[in-house]
């Protein structure tokens, strides 16, 4: 008897990770320290106060409040779920089933997943070989037939670090007006100088994807959010599971936005290493480290498969990326602390 599962499921790969452990984790572009001590003990102490038997709000409404306040958006435009990962999901649902998912390569692995899971046909515009984002090719490829669905952009990109110029996504954006959702993904839009709020102020179709995963340290809360418009917020929270933020996280998200301080000062960090990281990279005799806009870098090397083992006996455990569209070779490393960035630079054979 076979399962009664979808053909597009049971033909979809798993989620392409398997957790390894070591001393030196530099594998998932985390924060490199916990969200404060102070902060936690703070919200255990807000938790313990509240009942646990109630439902939480609806939509998380107060967290949306908090978190529109922070970024200088409308409560009523801002959606919160557990983790940006289930908005690309919920974006697909919502303008790209039976239609289709444009992004480009090589890409973070969801958008071009759940557009197979949930049936939309995909396409997938290569980046250049400088690993900038072609806009006019995407723009070519919004013309093909159906004419309609969502287009994913990280910005910065992950996993190459590079960051598409908002003038190129102005186009692109004007180009998306009739029929397409554009997905600006700023899961690591921290680490960079300029947001796309004003783009998506401009254009009613353009949904920015954020998390409290990568600059906030809150990873293992599993908190994301999109802005949007009225019209979209709307109707993307039909297709929020309801009461799913819990009183956890709902909680501990408030009291990261009162104490904003700790994430501008490990972004200072995280911009003073990445620099300090490329450097001592430039100097490697086989390496190629390409520039980064993100909290990680992205290095070239004659052989990923020996490279990462070779890391990985010394206690530093980075990323493949190899197997990705244009990426042969290529190690994708996260900014740390600074003995952690040290003893990656020393295990590469360029640190002191
Ligand atoms: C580009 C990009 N978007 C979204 C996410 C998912 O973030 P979250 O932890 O909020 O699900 C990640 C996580 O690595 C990412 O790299």
């Known amino acids: ?176 007006r009739d029929g397409w959702l554009l997905v600006i993904d700023e899961a690591y839009h921290p680490f960079t100088a300029h947001d796309a709020r004003a783009l998506a102020v401009r254009h009613p179709h353009v949904v920015l994807l954020r998390t409290f995963s990568k600059a906030w340290g809150l990873a293992g809360l599993r908190l994301g959010y999109a802005l949007a418009g009225d019209d979209v917020a709307r109707q993307l929270r039909k297709l929020v599971p309801p009461f799913g933020v819990s009183v956890l996280q709902t909680v501990s998200a408030l009291v990261a936005l009162e104490h904003p301080d700790y994430v501008r000062e490990r972004v200072a960090h995280t911009l003073h290493e990445r620099e300090r990281m490329t450097t001592a990279l430039q100097s490697h005799p086989h390496w190629q480290v390409f520039p980064s806009h993100a909290n990680f870098l992205l290095v070239r090397t004659p052989d990923a498969a020996a490279a990462h083992a070779m890391l990985l006996a010394a206690g530093v455990l980075v990323r493949r990326q190899d197997t990705l569209h244009g990426l042969q070779g290529c190690l994708r490393v996260t900014v740390g602390t600074v003995a952690e960035n040290d003893a990656f630079l020393r295990a590469a054979g360029v640190g002191a």
């Not at 997938?124 to 004419?147: C, H, N, W």
């Open 1 to 176: 008897m076979s399962l009664p599962i979808r053909p597009a499921v049971q033909a979809s790969p798993d989620y392409p990770f398997s957790a390894v452990t070591a001393p030196v984790k530099l594998d998932q572009n985390e924060s490199f320290a916990d969200f404060p001590e102070a902060l936690k003990v703070m919200a255990l102490q807000r938790l313990s106060e509240l009942p646990w038997h109630r439902y939480t709000d609806l939509h998380a409404e107060a967290l949306c409040e908090a978190v529109a306040r922070h970024d200088g958006w409308s409560a009523s435009g801002t959606v919160v779920t557990t983790g940006s990962n289930v908005l690309i999901a919920l974006l697909v649902q919502l303008a790209g089933m039976g239609a289709r998912v444009l992004t480009v390569k090589p890409n973070f692995a969801l958008y071009a997943l759940d557009a197979r899971l949930l049936g939309a046909a995909l396409t997938e515009v290569p980046l250049r070989s400088d690993f900038s984002t072609d806009v006019d090719a995407l723009i070519a490829a919004l013309g093909e037939a159906p004419g309609r669905g969502v287009v994913f952009v990280p910005r910065p990109h992950a996993p190459t670090g590079s960051l598409c110029g908002l003038d190129e996504l102005e186009r692109l954006a004007q180009a998306c």
